[in-house]
C-alpha cells in the first residue's frame, strides 16, 4: 500500500507540473513545433513561411473577382495541393495548382511558381 500512496503523490505532482509547464509555454509566444510533415502540408507550410509575390496577371484576375491576399492566404493556409495537375520538376521552375476548400466562399484555384526557394502566383481563378 506504500508503494501506490507513493506513486500517487508521484503522478499528482507531474500532472501538475505539465499543466504549469503547458501554461507558461502558452504564455511566452513560443511556437510549439509542428507535424507537418505530408508533402502538401510542407509546401503550404513553405509557402506562408518563405511568402510570395502576384505576377501582374495575378493581381488583374484577384481585382476582377473582387478578391485581396487574404484570400490567397486563406487558401494557402487550408488548400490542397493537386500534384496530380502539378509539375514540381519542371525545368527551370517547377509549378503546383493548389485549390481552396469547398467552406470559401468563392472557392479559388491558384497556380504557384516555384524558382528556387521564391514562389510568384502566377494566376489565380474559380473553382
Same mark, same amino acid.
Given at each position: 500500500?506504500?508503494? !501506490?500512496?507513493?506513486l500517487?503523490?508521484? !503522478?499528482?505532482?507531474? /500532472?501538475?507540473g !505539465?499543466?504549469l509547464?503547458?501554461v507558461?509555454?502558452k504564455?511566452?509566444?513560443?511556437? @510549439? +513545433? /509542428? &507535424?507537418d510533415?505530408? +508533402?502538401?502540408?510542407?509546401?503550404?507550410?513553405?509557402?506562408? #513561411? #518563405?511568402?510570395?509575390? @502576384? /505576377?501582374p496577371e495575378?493581381?488583374?484576375? !484577384?481585382?476582377?473577382?473582387? @478578391?485581396?491576399?487574404?484570400d490567397?492566404?486563406?487558401v494557402? @493556409?487550408?488548400?490542397?495541393?493537386?500534384?496530380? #495537375?502539378?509539375? +514540381?520538376?519542371?525545368?527551370? &521552375?517547377g509549378?503546383?495548382?493548389i485549390?481552396?476548400?469547398?467552406t470559401?466562399?468563392? +472557392?479559388?484555384?491558384?497556380?504557384?511558381?516555384r &524558382?528556387?526557394?521564391?514562389?510568384e502566383?502566377?494566376?489565380?481563378?474559380?473553382?
Amino acid at each position: 500500500m506504500k508503494i !501506490l500512496y507513493r506513486l500517487g503523490f508521484y !503522478l499528482g505532482g507531474f /500532472s501538475i507540473g !505539465l499543466i504549469l509547464l503547458a501554461v507558461f509555454i502558452k504564455g511566452s509566444g513560443v511556437e @510549439l +513545433p /509542428s &507535424c507537418d510533415y505530408l +508533402p502538401n502540408a510542407r509546401l503550404l507550410k513553405t509557402i506562408r #513561411n #518563405n511568402g510570395y509575390t @502576384l /505576377s501582374p496577371e495575378a493581381e488583374k484576375q !484577384l481585382k476582377e473577382l473582387s @478578391l485581396d491576399t487574404t484570400d490567397l492566404n486563406t487558401v494557402f @493556409l487550408e488548400g490542397e495541393v493537386d500534384f496530380k #495537375n502539378s509539375d +514540381p520538376r519542371k525545368e527551370p &521552375c517547377g509549378f503546383y495548382i493548389i485549390t481552396s476548400q469547398e467552406t470559401m466562399p468563392v +472557392p479559388l484555384v491558384a497556380k504557384v511558381e516555384r &524558382c528556387d526557394e521564391a514562389f510568384e502566383v502566377l494566376s489565380v481563378s474559380k473553382k
